[in-house]
C-alpha cells in the first residue's frame, strides 16, 4: 500500500485536498448569499435552492451530455428561487426569515418530486485541471486534483469584492443595505436592488448545488446535501460579509468537513459519526464566538435583520 | 428581530383597554379566517402544480380523504401520526410568543427517543410505570437541554436562534448515529443499528377504544396546557411583552433571560417527549427512524396555526391526515414521496403570503374610521 509510504502526513493531505473539494459549494452559496446581504436582506432558503440546483443540474447534465449546460440550468433556476423569495419580501409585513424556511422546505420538495427519475442515470462529470503532476505521491496528486469552479469561485470573489469597493452597483447594493431611508434619499429602490441580490444569490446557489452532483460526490441522491446551504448563511456572518474573507472560510469548513473521510482513509474508523459533526459544531462555535448581544456586528449591514 | 417579532406573535398580542367587543371579535374572525384562506389557496396552487405535471387534483384529494380520513381504520392512521406533530409544533409555537423562531425541533426529537432508548436499554426491569416515567423524564430532560442551550445561546451571546438550532438538529443526528453504532448498539440489530428492544412493560400502548396509542393524548393535553399557561397567566403575558419588545420588557424588569431558556427548554420538552413517544410506542427501539421529518412538518404546522396551541390540535391532524395518505397516493397516482413535501411547501409559501394581508380588510376592523 502507497498510503504507508507517507505515513501520517496523508491526514493532512487528505484534508487539504478535501478543503478545495468539500469548500467549493460554500465557496459559491457563502458568495451569493453575501450579495443578498449586502443589500440588507437575508435568505435563509439557500439551503433548497442548493438542492434544487443539484437536481436540475444534473438532470440537465444528463438530458444534454453537458455538464457546463447542467450549471448554467441550476443558476438559472437557483436565480429563479432568488426571485420569488425578493418578490414576496418586498410585500409589507412579510418576514424574510421565515419565507427562508419555507423556501427551504419547497426547493427540497420540489427537489425530490422531480429529481426522483434521476437518482440512477450518470451524468457527466465536471472537468478538473491536475495541479499534482510535479509530485509522485499518488495521495499529493489526488488531494491536488482541482475543479474548475473552485477556481471560478476564486475569481468570482475577487470581482465581487472589487465590485463592492468600486464600482456603481456595489455602492448601491451597500448604500441599499446599510439605510433603506438612504437608498430612498437617493432615489434608488430599495426592493428592486434586493430583489436583484437575491435573484444572484440565488444563481450562486444554484451552482453551488450544481457542483455538488456533477463534481463531489458528483452524483444526485436525496441526501446530496448535509446542510452546506445553511452553513453558508453563518459563515458569511464570520467572513462579516467580505468575498475574500468567504474563501477563506469556505477552505476552514471545507477541511473541517474533511476530517472525518480524512481520518477513515489511514483506517480511523471508530467515532466516524462525531468527526462527520464538526463542521457543525465548528460553525456554532464561531457563531458563539462572534456574536454579541451589546454591539451589532462589525461591517454588518444596517438593514440586516439577523443582526438588529 | 424587531420585524420577526411582529410577524411572530400575531395580531394584537396586547389588546388595549378601550377596544370594544366588535373589535377584538374583528381580530378573532381574521385571526381565523386569514390563515383558512391561506391554507384553502396553498392547496388550490398545489392543484395548479398537479395539473402541471399531468395529474389529477380531484383524485389526489379524493384520495387524501380516503386514506385521511375515510374510514375508521384511517382516522387510526391519521390520529397515530398526529402525536409526535402537535408536540413538534409546540416546539415551535412556544419559543415564537417571544419572537424566537426555533426550527430545529428535530434535533430535540431524535436525542429524546436516544435518551429514552438508553434508558430502557440499560435500566430494564423497573417494577410498574417506574420504567415509562424513567424513559419519559429522560427524553424531556434531553429535548429541554438541547432546546434550552438554543435559548441560553441566544440570550448570553445573541446567537441566531434559527441558524443555531438547525445546526444543532445536524449535530444531534450525528450524535444519534454515533451512539446507536456505538456505545448504545444492541450487537444483536445487525442491519439497522438500534438500541435493544424494550421490555413489554416499558412500551407505551393504544387509548382504549381506539388503535391510537397514548401519544395523542399526551400531545392534546401538553397543547391545552401551554394555551392555558401562555393566555391566562402572568407568565404567559409576560412573555408575550417580551415577544412584542424585549427592550420595554427589560425596562420592566422582566426577567427575560429565564423566560427565553424556559420557553426553549419547555418547548424543547415537548419535542424530546415526542422522541420518547416513537420510541415507547411506534418503533420499540430507538434508531435512524427517529430522523422522519417530524420536527419540520411541526414548523408548518405551528405557523399555520398562528402559534396558538388550540389550533395546533386540529392543524395537526389535517396535516397528519396528508402524511397518512402519502403511501396510497404514491401507489395509486404514480406520484413521488416527496409530493406531501411539495404540498407542505406551497401551503407554507400561501400562509407567509396571507401575513401580508393582515390589516387590511374593513370588515375586520368595524372601528377604523372612528379612530381617525
Redo the contacts between chains.
Sequence with gaps: MSESDIGLWAVPIAMLGGAIRVSTPFIFVSLGECITERSGRIN?GLEGTLVFGAMSGYAIAYETSSAWLGVLGAAFFGALFGLFHGW?CK?????????G???M?????????FG?PYIQPVAPDLPALSFGFWSDVPQVQAALQVNVLFILGLVLAVAIAWMFKSTKIGLTIRVVGDSSDAARALGISANKVRLFSTAAGGALAGVGGAYLSLYYPGSWN?GIS??QG??A??LVIFARWNPINCIWAALLFGAAGALGPALQSVGVS?????F??AP??L??LL??AT????RALNGAPGEL??S? | ????A???AGPAPIKGSNSSVMEVWGHKAEAFLLPFGALLAGLAAFSVFLLFVGKSPVEFYSLVYKAGFGTAFSWNNTLSRTAPLLLAALCVAIPARLGL?V?GGEGAIVLGGVAAGAFGMFLPGLPGFMGIVGMFLCGALTGALWIGAVGA?R??????E???S???A??AI??M??LV??PFRDPASLNKPSTAPLGETYRIGNIPGLDVHWGLAIGIIACIAMWVLIERTTWGFAARIVGGNIRAAQVQGLPVGLLMVGFCASAGAFAGIAGMMEVAAVHGTANGSLASGYG?AG??IA?LARHNMIAIIPVGILLAGFEASSGLIQRRMDL????I??????V??AI??S??L?GRFKLFQPHIGDRS
Design positions: 435563509l414576496i410585500l409589507p409585513k412579510v418576514n424574510d426569515i421565515a419565507i424556511i419555507a423556501l422546505l419547497l426547493g427540497m420538495g420540489l427537489a425530490f418530486f426522483k436525496e448535509s446542510g445553511l452553513m448563511v453563518a471508530s467515532g466516524y459519526y462525531l462527520y459533526a457543525y459544531v460553525t456554532l457563531l458563539i456574536s454579541s448581544t451589546t435583520s439577523i438588529k | 428581530m424587531t420585524d420577526a411582529k410577524t411572530m423562531v426550527i445561546m440570550f448570553k451571546r445573541g446567537v441566531n434559527t441558524i443555531s438547525l445546526l444543532m445536524y449535530i450525528a450524535l448515529n454515533h453504532e456505538g419540520y414548523i408548518l405557523f413521488p414521496d416527496a409530493t413535501l411539495v404540498l407542505q411547501g406551497f407554507f409559501v407567509l403570503l401575513e401580508t393582515t
